[in-house]
Every structure is written in structure tokens, then in C-alpha cells.
């Protein structure tokens, strides 16, 4: 979902190119913190099982910048989603979020009655099931992305302190 309102221009870091050889390109991944635009909401990946994970990004006039992530070992959804909600808070006091997970998070597990986006619900959390599920077209939507220069920067600016996110692209 993109702004109501177009926010003020807003510099950001020059970021420092991969220096390991690809065949499909990769996140330019910015020198120094990537901070929030006030006023553009924060868009929100997340994924569910043991190893839960949320991606916090916004979508500046076509530009992605992927500003945190918080990534879980072993933890089930009632416990991430505490976490989850605190990290919110504090990483992004009083910030809009469009919190989106996995479509799978649609259906309840053999061990518990309430499906993972219940539970998010009933944390506090609006959460929706990503539009679609197709791994060739999320793929190409980041390859788009990652490809395109916008104001001579890369379309997909990402926060150095993703590591396991940055891990899923080398």
C-alpha cells in the first residue's frame, strides 16, 4: 500500500555494493542505520512456525527500504507475537503498520484450535494473509525491485543489521 500523502524528501545512506559475484542481483545494504520516514507506514512481512520472523520495511516513491528485522528460534506464535508487539512499539512508536504474514497462517495446527493470525488478533495485532502465495511471483517482485534505480539508488535499500535476511539473498 502506498502513503496518502507524499512525505518529505528524505535523504538516505549511500549504500556500499556487494562485493561477492551473483547471477541474480542483491540488496544494496546501507553503511550506516536506516531510519523510518515519519509518515509512511510501516509495512510488515511475517512468517510462523517454530522459527518465526517479521520484516519491518516502508515503500517510498517506489523505493523499498527494508529498515529491521526480528527473526525467533524455537518460539511459537503466542510468545512471538508478544515479541513482536513490544518491538513495534519500540522500534516505531505511534507509526501505522499493514502487518501481512503467510497465508498458511490461515489455518489452525493439529496442537491448537486458533489459527496464528487469531492469535496475532488477540495480541493486539491487525494481521492479513499475504494476497498470494506464489514463489515465482513474490520472486520476481523483489528481483523488480532490487533491479531498479530510483533517484540513482538502488529500488531496494536495506538496513545492515538484517543479517539473516541478507543471509537469504548470498
Same mark, same amino acid.
Given at each position: ?35 523510518? #520516514?515519519?509518515?509512511?507506514?510501516? #509495512? ?17 516513491? +517506489? ?22 508487539? #513490544? ?6 512508536? +505511534? ?14 495446527? /493439529? ?7 487469531? #492469535?496475532? %488478533? ?15 511471483? %513474490? ?12 533517484? +540513482? /539508488?538502488? +529500488? ?15
Amino acid at each position: 500500500p502506498e502513503p496518502t500523502s507524499s512525505p518529505e524528501p528524505v535523504a538516505t545512506p549511500t549504500p556500499t555494493p556487494s562485493s561477492e559475484p551473483t547471477s541474480s542481483p542483491e540488496p544494496s545494504v546501507t553503511p550506516e542505520p536506516l531510519l523510518p #520516514i515519519p509518515n509512511v507506514p510501516i #509495512i510488515v512481512g511475517m512468517d510462523f512456525g517454530l522459527t518465526p520472523a517479521a520484516v519491518f520495511a516502508q515503500h517510498v516513491r +517506489g523505493k523499498w527500504l527494508i529498515l529491521h528485522e526480528l527473526v525467533a528460534q524455537d518460539m511459537g506464535i503466542v510468545r512471538f507475537a508478544e515479541l513482536f508487539r #513490544i518491538e513495534l512499539a519500540q522500534r516505531f512508536p +505511534g507509526m501505522n503498520a499493514h502487518v501481512y504474514g503467510d497465508p498458511a497462517g490461515d489455518y489452525r495446527a /493439529q496442537t491448537d484450535e486458533r489459527t496464528p493470525f487469531q #492469535i496475532l %488478533r488477540s495480541a493486539g495485532i491487525k494481521a492479513f494473509p499475504a494476497g498470494n502465495n506464489d514463489v515465482s511471483l %513474490r520472486l520476481e517482485a523483489v528481483s523488480t525491485a532490487l533491479s531498479r534505480l530510483i533517484d +540513482g /539508488q538502488s +529500488g531496494f535499500l536495506m538496513d545492515s543489521r538484517c543479517v539473516n535476511l541478507l543471509k537469504g539473498f548470498r
